[in-house]
């Protein structure tokens, strides 16, 4: 990751202008903030900005947000990326390291977050040890079967063996921390 280098231009990818929106009021007006909806504009602001980091969503229309980092990482080994989603899961956070993603977090996560993380000693290993909550390994599990799903809340519904509003209920709810 980047350590102590000054952030001070940063790439935003997200398909909703008001989360861009927020992402550019929380990086203060010492930072140039470019915004990207799609891998065609993320192109475009890697070839006319020098990026200090990005910070992409998961899901980003049809595009998934992990080949927008294997994008970035071949453009720049050294920028630091952070990957943010409200639906992420072992499979998930697995790829997203695997594309080249430094930081993986859960929506809502605030700009000085993930400031933070990228600052912070890359000897910091978590504890792998800990087993998770039955709240953690259930969500995990959703998710795992909605991606198998390509997001077809139905599909997932219906090989969950729940109904559709029951899952659409679990959904709206934040992951479990632990």
Known sequence: MAGARAIRTVLVVDDDPAIVTSWRRAAGSGRSVHAANDLDGVRRVVGKHELDLAIVDLRIGSTSGIDIVRELRDHSAELPI????????????VSAVRAGADIIA???????????????????????????????????????VLADCDGNVSAAARRL???RSSLQRRLRKYAPRE
């Open 82 to 93: 952070a990957l943010c989603s409200g639906y992420l899961s072992v499979d998930i956070t």
């Open 106 to 144: 859960f929506k809502p996560i605030t700009f000085r977050e993930i400031l933070r993380r990228i600052e912070e000693d890359a000897s910091f290993e978590p504890d792998l040890e800990e087993t998770p909550t039955l709240a953690r390994a259930e969500w995990e599990h959703i998710m795992r």
């Open 161 to 163: 063996g729940i109904y």
